[in-house]
């Protein structure tokens, strides 16, 4: 993060409306916050298309939210400094804005390069905001655009299985996981902007720090991702190195902490299940233990565990939710529960999916199978006299379906959520485990750490993996590969036999 946004002047985002379709409008004022900004005016420079001139090593994004609870209405001034990401002179953006895939939910008033006083041409289809810049944006040159709108939370959907959106609100709180103005990715020679799917999390996003600032009202409590600072009603977070930015909102949290091993631990749970607050801050304190040893640090100074009214777990960038279901029927006490499975669960993506990045839409099982099998490791090491309890009920269990499918596919191949589950998160895991078990866990451990460490920070995909397994064993893993993926893998040579086609 550059000086430039921590050490910053005060300034307001005063943005003029617009219709749908861009057109100028009169200007109008929204309830504001006070956002942290860096001097950008000093650091344009001026033409038809101000670039910046100290280009950011990453997006960076200032979030200016005032919330309005009671309503589920997220009103937010929004800029976005980043260096154009096609690699060729382009004279267009687009992003992803995730709420806005249900019609009517986002009023999108404006966009702009930053300093400008004419508002730029848009489109907004479905998720997807297209944006025409008013001069050409060659490769390597930066600028900062500013956004204006407002969306409001939908209610929270009733789902069986893992899907549905990761923003919305139930009678307790209000969560928005993916819900900003989101520079969609340029892969391949094209813009991501996947269409979404009701399974998974069909996300895309990459690398960026966060300034945000949220203004709630009295007596409801924000928790977010990243160092928090808070001025009353103004609650403010920074949090670099991040795949996402969300945060959760309650009138009835009840908040408990604990810090180990240099990291605060905070849980914000509703008031009737408190009584699992040891065991949930115990649990996620022993888990970044763990897969520190294992892999690398915790990147961050606190890691936040927030109950939501939706019915799953859900993995965020130094925080996690936790589905106020999940919680039913835990006494506090013992490990033989959903709740501490699945909090070990989401504190395993702060490794895989936040540190290590990969393509959550065409890739899920690099993030999720890792997961699951840090669930695995846990059990094991913390609570061995119930390890087979948690592979016979998760993983083997008659009631989860038939244990079928292939676990490489993309999201939009799995017929429904159980299919998804039953290859990925199931099968997923049994890959891993049987790799462990013809290499030996030691050895699986190793290749493991090399992999995260060779891949801190990147989009990683499964050649990186098996390129990471054949620096630490030559054992030939073929026909475990051709078990479990329903595409070719060209696999390195020393884990095949040195096989037709193989990779050297």
Known sequence: MRCAVVCCSIVVFALAACTRTGASGKPILIPTAVVRSGDIVGRLIGGALPTLDDPPERPLYVLNVTLDYAGGNVHTQQRIEFVNPTGQTTSEVKFNLPPARRAGAVEFRDVRIFGQAE????????????????????????????FNFTFKVPLQEMITGIGGDDTSRGPHSLMCGHWYVMLAPFRDGQWDTPAYVPIGDPYTSELADYEVSILAPEGVTIAGGGDEMRDGRLWRYSLPKARVFAFAASDVYEVDALEEDGVTFIHYVYPEHRHTSAAVLNTAARAVRLFTRLYGPYPYRTLRIVETGRQQGQEYSAMVGIGATIYAGYSGRGARHDLIATTVHEVAHQWWFNVVGNDQIRSPWLDEAFARYGELRFY??????????????????????RLTGAIDLPLSAYPDSRAYINAVYRRGLMFLNDIRKQVGTATLDAAMKDYYQSQIYKIADQDAFFDALARHTSEDLSGLVKGYFAGAVDLPCRISNNAAGCRR
């Not at 041409?121 to 500013?146: N, R, S, W, Y």
């Not at 090491?381 to 390890?387: R, S, W």
């Not at 998760?394 to 989860?400: D, N, P, S, Y």
């Open 119 to 146: 508002p730029l041409p848009f489109e907004l289809t479905d998720a997807v905001l297209t944006v025409q810049l008013p001069a050409p944006l060659p490769p390597g040159k930066a600028i900062a655009m500013t």
């Open 380 to 401: 094991q090491e913390y609570y061995d006299a119930d390890a087979d309890w948690w592979y016979g009920h998760f993983i083997l269990g008659k009631e989860r379906g």
